[in-house]
């Protein structure tokens, strides 16, 4: 079994992207200018695997208030994702705030429905109880 061609550089590792000096993206004196202008910029990595952070305005973004805006927010997102108008990051986080969305509407609603049948069960209980005493025996 082979070992595959490493960077030159001293423990860098890297087996992709080698230039002819056998050296990858960052620590090939060809393109250091754009490491290092990509580093400025707050890029985590140059060459290909650059992170690409694409988000948009909050006034792009579609209201979230019900289960209906979920729905819609949700194709949206896919919509986006799919054209390259968000990163794939960004649509996973917007995808788990629907979701946490939908799940907190959807606890909200249960407790709702929770206390208005234990409203019932108590005037049940009440009636039913006052009922027994009200008749004799």
Known sequence: MTTPTTCAQAGCGTTFGLDEDRRCRNHSERHRAAAQEARAKGGAVTGGRALKIRTVPLDQVPPLTSMD????ASAWVFRMAASGGLDPSSAREANRA???FVHST???DLLKRLKTLEQKVRAYETQTTTGDRAQPR
């Open 106 to 108: 959807d606890k909200a």
């Open 69 to 72: 805006d979920a729905v819609s």
């Open 98 to 100: 629907i979701t946490t």
